[in-house]
């Protein structure tokens, strides 16, 4: 079911063409229009999604110099804290939507030690509750891209995810491209009864579980890449 609620006066009289562009690109889940963000003759607009389980954030770049104006999908992910790290969003536009969206600007402004609990999707903070006290890992960030990075620059064994045993952690990012579709990622933890779990957006992220792990495969692989991690335990961390 496609939704696209107005939470702005711009979007009440939001242009026909974005509107259609926003649709085409996110043919699945709720959108919410949640504001827009000027600087440079670029408007940045920002849309919140719903996938299933999973939420996040959609900037969409429009530069108003451009006659027709050109959308393009600029940034989508579970978080937008590692927008600025790789310099896709400026920074200062990155802190506006984030005001935008209620949640932390600090994950912008300095150096995280670990996920921050207020976002629109704490996926690391809520990984963080069940890694860390087993393996003495920490998420620094709540996007499956910066989820992905930290995993493939830890010392973590990579694994097939067809394979995976229990306690892995399945990373299955978020795609997107200048036109669509957008595909919002998402983390998971292979449990002991063959079923694989994450947080729930619908269930205020309360962990819960996806299905057998074969299914969860079937149902991303059209979509997204897939990777298996396997955390080596490290309790002097803890």
Known sequence: MFLLAAMSARANAMDVNLQTFVQDAVPEGGIIFSGAVQTDGVTYDLFVLEQRQRRGAMVIANRSTKQPPLPKVLFADTSLDIAVERDLIPSEV??????LLGTSRSTLEQPQTMAAAQDIYPLGAVLNTVLNPIAGFTFKSNSTLGILQELE???????????APVGSVLVCPTTCSPTGPVSLGSVTIVGSDGNV??????RGCAWTSFGKLETWIRLHANENQLFGFLLRAHPERT
């Open 197 to 202: 779990y994450g947080p729930d957006i619908r």
């Open 153 to 163: 620059q830890s010392d973590a064994i990579p694994i097939n995810p067809s394979a």
């Open 94 to 99: 990155c802190i506006q939507l984030c005001a």
